[in-house]
């Protein structure tokens, strides 16, 4: 099953504009991570938050995190072309990293 | 500081052979984990292992697939008489090992073709 789920599967926004992407958790964690993945490559890691912070900024992006709702969400600010990718959260129980599907996001010029 | 690597980055290989995929993981890390991604999926985990030990073989298939980390050289995913089903690209990522769900860093990734 799978630990988290992103939402919306597809995000489409111009330049400039504000993009969100929210996850949903099953089980207790440590900590929620964000990775950005470019089209055929690896993944980046962008952002941890840990279980005892609610906000989290670094540069451009800003995550938050509601243990009692087991959610997090990446909002990423003043979008550019080059922040196109699929953005997915991982968390787990253990230390293995358990993913969702992704958000993808799509940046127009 | 070179991160994480991988190889081959690509590899193809017929029905019923052996692939073989290396990961060397970043400098001072003694962590190394698996994760395969299918078309339009996420990562899901296969195997965690530290050096000379496997800690976490709950994702690994039963069969034909086998990972190790020595003591010397890089990490390997071993998968025997390969089927289309596992055509994917295959992840690995490491960490320095001082905590669980630490930051785990990932290499670029090996894409096998199984014609």
């Known amino acids: 099953s799978q630990q988290g789920e992103e939402d919306p599967q597809a995000l489409s926004i111009q330049e400039g504009e504000n993009a969100t992407m929210n996850c949903s958790y099953k089980?207790?964690?440590?900590?929620l991570q964000w990775y950005r993945q470019n089209s055929g490559r690896g993944l980046v890691h962008l952002i941890l938050?840990?279980?005892?912070?609610r906000e989290k900024h670094s540069g451009r992006l800003r995550v938050t995190l509601d243990t009692s709702k087991k959610s997090s969400s990446l909002l990423i600010t003043a979008s550019r072309a080059a922040d196109t990718a699929s953005y997915f959260c991982?968390?787990?129980?253990?230390?293995?990293?358990?993913f969702g599907k992704g958000t993808t996001l799509s940046v127009s010029s | 500081n070179a991160g994480v690597m991988q190889n081959p980055r690509h590899l193809v290989r017929r029905r019923g052979q052996e692939a073989r995929l290396r990961c060397s993981p970043m400098?001072?890390?003694?962590?190394v984990y698996w994760y395969r991604q299918l078309p339009e999926e996420g990562l899901k985990f296969m195997v965690y292992?530290?050096?000379?030990?496997?800690?976490?073989e709950s994702g690994m298939p039963k069969e034909r697939f086998s990972a190790e980390f020595p003591k010397e050289g890089p990490s390997i995913l071993r998968i025997q008489q390969v089927v289309r089903g596992d055509s994917a690209a295959y992840f690995c990522?490491?960490?320095?090992?001082?905590?669980?769900?630490?930051?785990?860093?990932f290499g670029p990734g090996t894409r096998l073709l199984v014609l």
């Open positions: 938050i840990r279980s005892n912070e």
């Open positions: 400098k001072g890390h003694s962590h």
């Open positions: 089980t207790s964690i440590n900590n």
């Open positions: 991982a968390t787990g129980p253990g230390t293995a990293l358990i």
């Open positions: 990522a490491s960490s320095p090992g001082t905590g669980s769900q630490e930051t785990q860093y």
């Open positions: 292992l530290q050096k000379e030990n496997i800690i976490d």
